[in-house]
């Protein structure tokens, strides 16, 4: 079984749509989560971290349910610009020794 | 941010030839690299762990005899494909982590062609 499992998409949407993500992870000893962005053969880019309290930076939202062990994250008012494969990783392992990262889900925002 | 330099960005090589991919943390000391291979439309697969100054740790499946990984100092690691054939073309990307953070910094990856 997958560390990390997430719908590959791609998820099309109009610009200004509200989409949500999500990931399930496997290993309940879980440390922390992130979501990452990635462009087109291009290096991740940190999104935000997730809290078990949930937080939001501007129009994304991420959320942690570690009883039913998986993450979300919500973009709001979708751009152009939002148009990338957004990965969930997961941390596990003694002293943060291991980063797991999810297939990807692709959004494709449309004019 | 902390920068980490990966080079070179694209590589081209024939079959049986060995290429070496370097990653440079330019403003952080990278006492853990991590080293992972992505093929197209897959995710990144985690390849080894290397905590500078002692052996790599290999994920399952990953054959340490043809992917050498040096990490002597805090600002070096190296991957090495040794005998490199086509099947191992793909994108190759090091991310460092400073002590115990959670935060990792990505190189920009390494585009590997095997003809």
């Known amino acids: 079984r997958k560390e990390v499992e997430q719908d590959p998409g791609p998820f099309n949407v109009p610009e200004g749509a509200t989409v949500a993500f999500n990931c399930t992870y496997s290993n309940s000893a879980s440390q922390s989560f992130f979501w990452y962005r990635q462009d087109c053969r291009k290096e991740p880019k940190l999104l935000m971290s997730?809290?078990?309290s949930g937080n939001e930076d501007g129009r994304f939202t991420a959320q942690l349910n570690r009883a039913s062990q998986y993450i979300s994250l919500l973009i709001r008012d979708s751009k152009l610009s939002d148009s990338a494969t957004y990965l969930c990783?997961?941390?596990?392992?003694?002293?943060?020794?291991?980063?797991?990262f999810g297939s990807g889900t692709k959004l494709n925002v449309k004019p | 941010g902390a920068v980490v330099s990966q080079h070179p960005s694209r590589v081209i090589c024939k079959s049986g030839t060995s290429v070496k991919i370097e990653c440079r943390s330019l403003d952080f000391q990278a006492t853990t690299m991590f080293w992972y291979r992505q093929f197209p439309k897959q995710s990144l697969m985690l390849m080894a762990t290397s905590n500078e100054g002692s052996k790599a740790t290999y994920e399952q499946g990953v054959e340490k005899d043809k992917f050498l990984i040096n990490h002597a100092s805090l600002t070096l690691s190296t991957l090495t494909v040794t005998s490199a054939h086509p099947e191992d073309s793909s994108f190759y990307i090091c991310?460092?982590?400073?002590?115990?953070?959670?935060?990792?910094?990505f190189g920009s990856g390494t585009q590997l062609s095997v003809l």
């Open positions: 991310s460092g982590r400073q002590g115990a953070g959670e935060k990792l910094f």
């Open positions: 997730v809290y078990s």
């Open positions: 990783v997961v941390n596990v392992g003694y002293n943060f020794n291991k980063f797991y």
